[in-house]
């Protein structure tokens, strides 16, 4: 069995593909997935479930969703049930089964691994496999609690330093004009993240687009201070007075990739 939660929560066997349908037995899942193999204790589990708002019988109506769940995940031929009930709380046993988070991590790290090793084509690969992963985000539009939130912000802050470290090691092995069309929509999502301003006029300057790079930089000086009050970071700067002086160091071999 496969465990989906990077997009909307789905439990996956073969090619059948099941949700779960009520938001708070999904809340449930989510909890005992993100603490897969430890016990989440039942106030946890109560606190994304109801917030700071427990209904009166709210421990009954964990009983109840807890039995759902069971029956949602019980399989013909297995006599043991992933969900154990615990002194303290439960806990989701995951055996064999593969949580889709983990093997993100799994490429994410293989892929930083490959980059200190200078394997770029080889990190390429592993970070496109981890990013490939993500249908939406991390449990769709169910994060409502303290470990659900917590846990959502911290992939989603992973995958976007795949992202960057992607974007440089794809630099390194000199796609700098492939890589203009996806800089510039990533500079539009994440207006505020510099990487992405920097690589872009990295990848244009390289493309012989002087004059559009020197853009990127006005632009991104134009959103900082709008939104922070903020000039641009240093390597920012440091890459606008380079560009204006064609830097003989902004050869492609040039820019280390960090991981």
Known sequence: MRYELLGTLRVAEGDEVRTLGARKIETVLAVLLIRADQVVTFDQIMTEVWGDDLPRRATAGLH???????????????????????????????????????????????GRARVREEQHEEAVECFEEALRLWRGPVLGDLQNGPIADGFAAWLEETRLESVEVLGETQLQLGRHRELVGWLYSLTTEHPLRETFYRQLMLALYRSERQADAL?????????????????????????????????????????????
Do not use: M, W
């Not at 995940?73 to 154990?84: C, D, I, K, Y």
């Open 64 to 110: 109840v969703y807890i039995s759902q769940l069971r029956k949602f995940l019980s399989q013909p031929g297995h006599r043991e049930n992933p969900v154990v009930t615990r002194t303290s709380g439960y806990t989701l046993r995951t055996g064999d089964d593969e949580l889709d988070f983990r093997v993100f991590l799994d490429k994410v790290k293989q």
């Open 215 to 259: 853009r990127v930089y006005q632009t991104a000086r134009a959103r900082l201070n709008e939104e922070l009050g903020l000039e641009p970071c240093r390597a920012l700067q440091s890459l606008h007075q380079s560009i204006l002086t064609a830097d003989a160091r902004l050869d492609p071999q040039a820019q280390p990739v960090s991981a």
